[in-house]
């Protein structure tokens, strides 16, 4: 179908409507998966290997079994027919560790699956559990990606004694020509640390089987229901038809529910075999030891350019910590940060490197931006790298390399096709806003003082909307079904199941908009595969790009039928659709669309060929991703004395394409800038050498909290994608990409003058005062 | 062995039967329906399962149900008065202060102890009022102007505006 831009003047779209998810989440109402109370339901505790590598010599269940109200304990043997945690990456020679769901005779990571115990509550699951004897043989460990590729590493799977998962290359246009001409050289090696998702709600499942339908019921914490009851059924040997996943109230994903965990199927199993409800409920300490990572990576570059500042040339080489295994997209992620490794940037010539190595950790995934994130840092540092080098100013040698106005859509050498965009258009907006010469001059003030004052920039593109089927895994199309009721009230299903992004809010927009009702008169249903058409899920930034866009089509495709029934109604050939009435345009009669509803479901008289009642269902296949991009600015100051870094202004100026709804692109960039903020400054995944994961609970990981948050200003450039007819592009992972290297940059720029030209996060007092006693000597 | 413990919750007083070990969130939540508090640390940091004994914001994680004996206990549940949103409640939806929800519950007892001690806070003393409330989804900024919104509404009610 061919795509249009929306010119009509839309009086929802494009308003801070409140959301209307929020009455049932303010007064405690809501339902997430722990809220589930089944007659008979059971609950489960996890026993977990304390060993990051271990052969199990035995595994002693007696004293468990003994205590009372304990039901069940299993073990490998008992779930060896259930298949192993799948991987949907496609990666040509990945090695894939057959993940089963419990240990078979080897762990090789702490929190590694071994036994479950199943009891009348949870407190005696936990008892159970507890009392689980598991005789371990520990094992040698490695937790670095970098020392697991070092000759004589402990094999993290005895079949690979390399701990390579895979190798990836890919080169675009002619680097070795650039850099061999180059009239300098930039290097550098930035780490891009693991990081906890941590959402609020860890994951939870509650498995219901019913044997006398042969049917099995998955509530979960998940971000993509159809595809995890796709996989699930996969893995429990159940058909698809006879499986239901649910995805109830989702207390945050950030990609870390974007999964199949082996949890979801061992449910399943208990249920099965019990005949009854079983629920388990993550633990913080699981949710940091067993749940996915993110980042996770060791990047080498290498900029070549011209001493006016052109970049003529990229080399990455990637090294990927994987973890022990591979969850559904872990080796895909690095693939992305080559995909992006140019930027906004006019250079072509790229050279990149990638290998998975395996490590004795819990896996690395998709975690907000997954991929993205590490390229944007990586040229957005390596840009201001190559710009103190040549004494330019950030912002002069980015302009100077942006991909320009007229040069869309833009092929990359990476191989994707930018849709639209004018990227000096956020930076001049945000240099604005700050005042950024101004700025500069106060810097030179205060270094003068000896103050260490900084000013960073990071200018970011990302690709959303994931995203044309033949780029994804399992699909990148998105659908909806409306529903127009006999008495006119309308319902929507959307296969983009939301977890917090508001979606029953701006898919309720768009309808009321496009069907001429009242918001209030519509209502947006999703996460249930018994009640919502196959859909594929929320993450990559594609909940409003793809899952929106197959709404609109489904509403004019339902307009349509509309319009038929107003022609027999209206005993006219030429009947417009306006302002949810079908109005005859010579004589003006119109009739609303609640009776147009009513008489095709009646159905006393059919217009021909055309079937009674109003719904409509459409999939929608995006021809191509979305491409938002934006300019962060970032002024900072150092403590000389602690090394404390405290964020004086953040200015954020995003172009996500047309807005729908303000208040919440504006929650989602303020979300997405926090989490950035969090990798840049505070957080970090810490493995010991023997793989102990140091940072296992709120206790020792620095998620941020409102006291670390400086005040964000916020502006957006308007620049529609002409991949769909909203002209939207996407916003969910924005400001993660953005913030990361704009406050990293503005920290380095405050330590430039001790002669620092790069720092490795987390930008934490202690790792800052180390750098500039360092550099003092 | 179950111990017998009386307390005061929403309003209403409740007779039960707990073992020693139950904690109050769970309590709450298992024994009485009251799923609106969430679990989401079970060590007292993350303030998903904040409520309100005898007037101070708790974090029922960290509280057995038998040191709630004798008290009065509010939860989210017990917010709205006839209906009507309390102006936190209120505040939130007004300013968007919540995307998930799942830390929302919480949050708003963290910001109704907050203004009951200080009714003019500055954006400084939000921030720290609501330190011990995780949320990963906002960024805070909107729970900022949630709480001020909150307590805009809350003074003018007050004077009898």
């Known amino acids: 179908m061919a795509t249009t831009t929306i010119t009509k003047t839309n009086p929802l779209v494009g308003q801070r409507i409140k959301r209307r998810e929020d009455p049932r989440l303010i007064t405690g109402t809501a339902t997430y998966v722990d809220d589930l109370k089944l007659p008979g339901m059971y609950h489960a505790c996890i026993v977990r290997s304390p060993h990051a590598a271990a052969k199990i010599n035995g595994i002693d269940t007696k004293a468990a079994l003994a205590i009372p109200g304990v039901v069940a304990v299993y073990t490998y043997p008992d779930i060896a027919a259930v298949g192993p945690v799948p991987c949907g990456a496609a990666l040509p020679g990945l090695r894939t560790p057959n993940h089963t769901i419990l240990a078979k005779d080897r762990v090789y990571y702490v929190g590694h699956p071994v036994a479950v115990a199943v009891a009348s509550d949870r407190y005696i699951a936990r008892d159970a559990a507890d009392a689980v004897e598991v005789d371990y043989h520990p094992l040698p460990a490695v937790a670095d990606p970098e020392k697991a590729l070092a000759k004589g590493a402990p094999p993290v799977h005895p079949e690979w004694p390399d701990n390579v998962a895979f190798t990836y290359q890919q080169k675009g246009g002619d680097p070795d020509k650039a850099f061999k001409e180059a009239e300098v050289v930039v290097k550098q090696r930035i780490v891009q640390q693991r990081l906890i998702p941590a959402a609020m709600e860890g994951r939870a499942v509650v498995a219901d089987w019913k044997v006398g339908d042969g049917a099995l019921t998955v509530w979960t914490s998940t971000q993509i229901p159809h595809l995890l009851r796709t996989l699930l059924s996969g893995m429990l040997g159940i058909g698809e038809h006879k499986l239901r996943v649910v995805a109830p109230e989702v207390g945050g994903g950030f990609g870390s529910k974007l999964n199949v965990y082996a949890e979801e199927a061992l449910m399943g199993f208990v249920s099965m075999k019990l005949g009854r409800p079983v629920k388990w409920i993550e633990s913080r300490r699981e949710n940091f030891t067993c749940t996915i990572h993110g980042r996770g990576q060791v990047d080498y570059y290498e900029i070549a350019a011209k001493k006016t500042g052109e970049i003529t040339g990229i080399r990455l080489k990637i090294v990927q910590d994987l973890g022990s295994y591979h969850q559904l997209l872990g080796p895909v992620i690095p693939t992305l940060t080559v995909l992006m490794m140019q930027g906004l940037y006019r250079c072509n010539n790229i050279d990149a490197d990638v290998v998975g190595a395996f490590t004795n950790c819990v896996p690395t995934d998709a975690y907000r931006g997954a991929g993205r994130p590490e390229a944007t840092h990586g040229i957005e540092r390596m840009i201001d790298i190559l710009a103190a080098e040549l004494k330019m100013d950030p912002a002069e040698i980015r302009l100077k390399n942006f991909i320009r106005n007229d040069e869309f859509p833009y092929g990359t050498g990476t191989g994707l096709s930018y849709d639209s965009g004018n990227y000096a258009a956020p930076l001049d907006q945000a240099m604005q806003t700050i005042g950024y010469k101004k700025l500069r001059a106060e810097q030179t003030e205060a270094r003068k003082q000896g103050k260490l004052m900084g000013i960073g920039m990071a200018t970011y593109g990302e690709i959303c909307a994931f995203g044309p089927s033949a780029a994804t895994p399992a699909g990148g199309w998105e659908s909806a079904t409306v529903r127009i009721e006999p008495s006119g009230k309308v319902t929507v299903m959307t296969g983009a199941s939301p977890h917090g992004q508001g979606e029953e809010t701006t898919f309720a927009q768009i309808a009321a908009d496009e069907l001429g009702v009242g918001i209030d008169d519509v209502v947006v249903l999703h996460g249930d595969t018994s009640i919502v058409q196959y859909g594929i899920g929320t993450f990559g930034s594609r909940g409003t790009a793809v899952g929106g866009t197959a709404l609109y089509y489904a509403l004019q495709k339902l307009k349509d039928k509309i319009k038929i029934y107003g022609k027999m109604l209206l005993k006219s050939e030429e009947v417009s659709f306006e302002s949810g009435h079908c109005v005859c345009q010579k004589t003006g009669a119109k009739i609303p669309v609640a009776q147009i509803a009513g008489a095709s479901y009646r159905a006393l008289q059919l217009p021909p060929d055309t079937e009674p009642g109003l719904s409509v269902t459409h999939f929608w296949e995006p021809s191509n991703f979305c491409f938002p991009f934006g300019a962060h600015i970032v002024v900072s100051e150092v403590d000389k004395e602690t090394g404390d870094v405290e964020i004086k202004r953040y200015v954020a100026v995003d172009d996500c394409g047309k807005v729908l709804n303000p208040l919440i692109v504006d929650g989602q960039i303020h979300g997405g800038i926090a989490q950035g903020m969090g990798q840049a400054l505070w957080e970090q995944a810490v493995y010991d050498e023997s793989g102990q994961l140091l940072t296992g609970e709120f206790m020792d990981y620095a998620f941020p909290k409102a006291s670390m948050m400086p005040w964000l200003e916020t502006g957006h450039t308007v620049t529609p994608s002409p991949v769909n007819p909203l002209g939207v592009k996407g916003v969910g992972e924005a400001g993660t990409i953005g913030s990361t290297p704009a406050v990293v940059n503005s920290v380095v720029d405050a330590l430039s003058p001790l002669g620092i030209r790069h720092l490795d996060m987390p930008l934490t007092p202690e790792n800052l005062w180390k750098r500039m006693k360092g550099a003092a000597q | ?161």
């Not at chain 2, 309390?86 to 949050?107: D, I, K, R, S």
């Not at chain 2, 720290?128 to 809350?154: D, F, S, W």
């Open chain 2, 1 to 161: 062995m179950k111990q017998k413990v009386t307390l005061t919750i929403n309003g209403k007083s409740v007779t039960e039967e707990v073992e020693p070990r139950t904690l109050l969130i769970h309590f709450l939540r298992e024994n009485l329906n009251l799923t609106g508090a969430h679990i989401g640390c079970e060590t007292s940091l993350c303030g998903a399962c904040t409520v309100e004994v005898d007037g101070k914001a708790v974090k029922s994680c960290a509280m057995f149900t038998v040191q709630a004996a004798g008290k009065s206990v509010t939860t989210i549940e017990g917010l709205a008065e006839n209906g009507k949103y309390h102006p936190v409640q209120n505040a939130f939806w007004e300013e968007h202060g919540l995307q998930c929800g799942y830390c929302t519950p919480g949050m708003i007892i963290a910001v109704k102890q907050l203004l009951d001690r200080n009714p003019n806070p500055t954006d400084e003393e939000i921030r720290h009022g609501i330190e011990g409330n995780l949320c990963r989804c906002t960024g805070y900024q909107h729970i900022v102007n949630a709480a001020r919104t909150a307590a805009k509404q809350m003074q003018a009610v007050g004077k009898g505006a």
